[in-house]
C-alpha cells in the first residue's frame, strides 16, 4: 500500500514492463499501453478517490462490494491506505498479467483477490467465489460500453453477475459510452440514484441484478 504514489517512476515501470514482454503483449490494447503515461496513472487515481468518497455513504450501511475488473490497483490502495470499506476484488485471467507491475509498485497483492475467465463466455465464472455481495463495481468496465456490447450483450452479462451480488453499480461516463437504449434499460432496472461526480467519470447508477 502506498499514500504516495510516485507516478513518473510507476508509468516508467509499466513502460519497461511492456517493452519488454513482447509475448505477453503480443494482442496489445489501450486498456494496457494508457499506464505508460504519468498523466493518465494519475487521472485514474483521482477516479478512484471521487468513487471512493461517493460511495461512502453505502459502505458507511455495511454493505460488501465486489470490484469486478481490478486492473492497476489503485481503488484497492485507497482501501488499504484508509480503510472504510468490505470490499473484495476480482480481475480476469487474461488481463491481470498487464497491471503486474503497478500493482507490485503500489504493492498490492493479487494473492486473496478472486480470478475469474472472460465474462463473455458461456461457462463464465469467478474461481472460488462461493459468496454473494450487496454490490458488484463494475468501474469504467469496457465489456458494457457501446464499442463492445450492445443492449442484448449488455442483458445477457448482468444476468451472469446475479450469482454473486444483489446490485450492480456502473461507474462510468454514460452517455459518452452506452446507446440510448442501454442507457433507458438502465433505467428501467435503477433505483434511480444517480450522483455526478465530474466530466470524465461523469456518474453512477445503481441497478437491481
Known amino acids: 500500500m502506498r499514500k504516495n504514489l510516485n507516478l513518473d517512476e510507476m508509468a516508467f515501470k509499466h513502460t519497461n514492463y511492456v517493452?519488454?514482454?513482447?509475448?505477453?503483449f503480443k494482442n496489445i490494447h489501450y486498456s494496457t499501453v494508457q499506464y505508460c503515461n504519468r498523466d493518465l496513472c494519475k487521472r485514474h487515481n483521482d477516479?478512484?478517490?471521487?468513487?471512493?468518497?461517493a460511495l461512502r455513504p453505502i459502505a458507511k450501511r455495511?454493505?460488501?462490494?465486489?470490484?469486478?475488473?481490478?486492473?492497476?490497483?489503485?481503488?484497492?490502495?485507497?482501501?488499504?491506505a484508509y480503510g472504510g470499506y468490505n470490499l473484495e476484488s476480482v480481475e480476469w485471467d487474461e488481463q491481470e498479467p498487464n497491471f503486474r507491475?503497478?500493482?507490485?509498485h503500489l504493492d498490492i497483492s493479487i494473492n486473496g483477490k478472486y480470478i475469474c475467465n472472460d465474462i463473455n463466455l458461456d461457462n463464465f465464472n469467478i474461481l472460488n467465489c462461493n459468496k454473494r455481495y450487496d454490490y458488484v463495481l463494475l468501474i469504467r468496465f469496457f465489456p458494457l460500453n457501446v464499442k463492445h456490447a450492445d443492449l442484448n450483450k449488455v442483458k445477457n452479462i448482468l444476468n451472469k453477475l446475479k450469482k454473486y451480488a444483489d446490485k450492480a453499480i456502473i461507474l462510468d461516463n454514460l452517455e459518452g459510452n452506452y446507446n440510448k437504449d442501454v442507457?433507458?434499460?438502465?433505467?428501467?432496472?435503477?433505483?434511480?440514484?444517480?450522483?455526478?461526480?465530474?466530466?470524465?467519470?461523469?456518474?453512477?447508477?445503481?441497478l437491481n441484478l
Open 101 to 104: 507491475i503497478i500493482r507490485e
Open 19 to 24: 517493452l519488454s514482454n513482447e509475448n505477453l
Open 183 to 206: 442507457i433507458d434499460y438502465f433505467n428501467s432496472i435503477s433505483d434511480k440514484d444517480y450522483i455526478k461526480l465530474d466530466s470524465r467519470l461523469t456518474e453512477y447508477c445503481i
Open 47 to 53: 477516479m478512484s478517490k471521487q468513487v471512493y468518497a
Open 62 to 80: 455495511n454493505k460488501t462490494f465486489l470490484n469486478f475488473g481490478m486492473g492497476p490497483g489503485f481503488f484497492e490502495n485507497l482501501i488499504e
